[in-house]
């Protein structure tokens, strides 16, 4: 999977700037059908590279940290009893009917809650909350345990800053919070939370980690609407 990962860069001429989506099928079929026992010819890995930097959930570029919208869907995440999302899979149906959502409603992302009400992550990355200098994200039953979330919980642990992980409520995010959230592309994206069911949320001083500059630094963040 390296080699071929490196083959690809090699010839596109791609160094930086560049984000990698890997995809492994089980392969070709030999006929139609749900059967796994179809797939006779071995998986087969898709590499697609094209040029990228941060963006947001539109594919806008991101320059600065200008705060993300977000409304709470009426979609839920999967449970592990149904279609486990700590794997990363491709049947994402339930994301996308949150991002339509979202989109219908004029914001950013969509927050999506698991099937006992609790916060999992926004339909595209994992959601994070800063409350009196500790960082709070939701326990990894209902989202994608994914690498830049691990990369914040330890950047955190290395600045001293407690890191639990908790069930969280729509209560938590009706006051002044710093709500954040982060995947591979995105990187770390403040957001301002609009919410059908609990109203607009306040503005709130949002906390962006600096990636192992040993400090974190301070930015404001503005309902958007």
Same mark, same amino acid.
């Given at each position: 999977?390296?080699?071929a990962?490196?083959?690809?860069?090699?010839?596109?001429g791609?160094?930086?700037g560049?984000?990698?989506?890997?995809?492994?099928?089980?392969?070709?079929?030999?006929?139609?059908?749900?059967?796994?026992?179809n797939n006779?010819?071995?998986?087969?890995?898709?590499?697609?590279?094209?040029?990228?930097?941060?963006?947001?959930?539109?594919?806008?570029?991101?320059?600065?940290?200008?705060?993300?919208?977000?409304?709470?869907?009426?979609?839920?995440?999967?449970?592990?009893?149904?279609?486990?999302?700590?794997?990363?899979?491709c049947n994402?149906?339930?994301n996308?009917?949150?991002?339509?959502?979202?989109?219908?409603?004029? #914001? !950013?992302?969509? *927050?999506m809650?698991?099937?006992? +009400?609790f =916060?999992? %992550?926004?339909?595209?990355t994992?959601?994070?909350? /800063?409350?009196?200098g500790?960082?709070?994200?939701?326990? #990894? !039953?209902?989202? *994608?345990?994914?690498?830049?979330? +691990?990369? =914040?919980i %330890?950047?955190?642990?290395?600045?001293g800053?407690? /890191?639990?992980?908790?069930?969280?409520?729509?209560s938590?995010l009706?006051?002044?919070?710093?709500?954040?959230?982060s995947?591979? =592309?995105?990187i770390c994206?403040?957001?301002?939370?609009?919410?059908?069911?609990?109203?607009?949320?306040?503005?709130?001083?949002?906390?962006?980690?600096?990636?192992?500059?040993?400090?974190?630094?301070?930015?404001?963040?503005?309902?958007?609407?």
């Amino acid at each position: 999977m390296r080699t071929a990962v490196f083959e690809t860069l090699k010839a596109n001429g791609m160094r930086d700037g560049v984000h990698i989506r890997l995809t492994l099928t089980r392969g070709e079929k030999v006929t139609s059908g749900m059967s796994p026992t179809n797939n006779q010819s071995g998986p087969s890995l898709i590499v697609l590279a094209e040029w990228k930097g941060l963006v947001d959930s539109s594919g806008k570029v991101v320059g600065g940290l200008s705060p993300q919208t977000l409304i709470t869907s009426s979609i839920r995440r999967n449970t592990p009893a149904c279609l486990d999302s700590k794997i990363h899979h491709c049947n994402l149906l339930n994301n996308i009917l949150a991002k339509i959502q979202a989109n219908m409603a004029r #914001a !950013d992302d969509a *927050l999506m809650l698991d099937v006992h +009400g609790f =916060v999992s %992550e926004t339909n595209a990355t994992n959601f994070f909350i /800063v409350k009196r200098g500790v960082l709070i994200t939701p326990h #990894a !039953d209902a989202c *994608l345990p994914g690498i830049t979330r +691990g990369m =914040v919980i %330890e950047i955190a642990r290395e600045l001293g800053i407690k /890191v639990p992980s908790a069930s969280t409520s729509g209560s938590l995010l009706r006051a002044p919070r710093s709500p954040h959230r982060s995947c591979l =592309v995105r990187i770390c994206l403040p957001t301002a939370c609009r919410v059908f069911t609990w109203g607009l949320l306040h503005c709130c001083q949002s906390r962006c980690l600096s990636a192992r500059a040993g400090r974190s630094r301070s930015a404001t963040c503005h309902l958007q609407r």
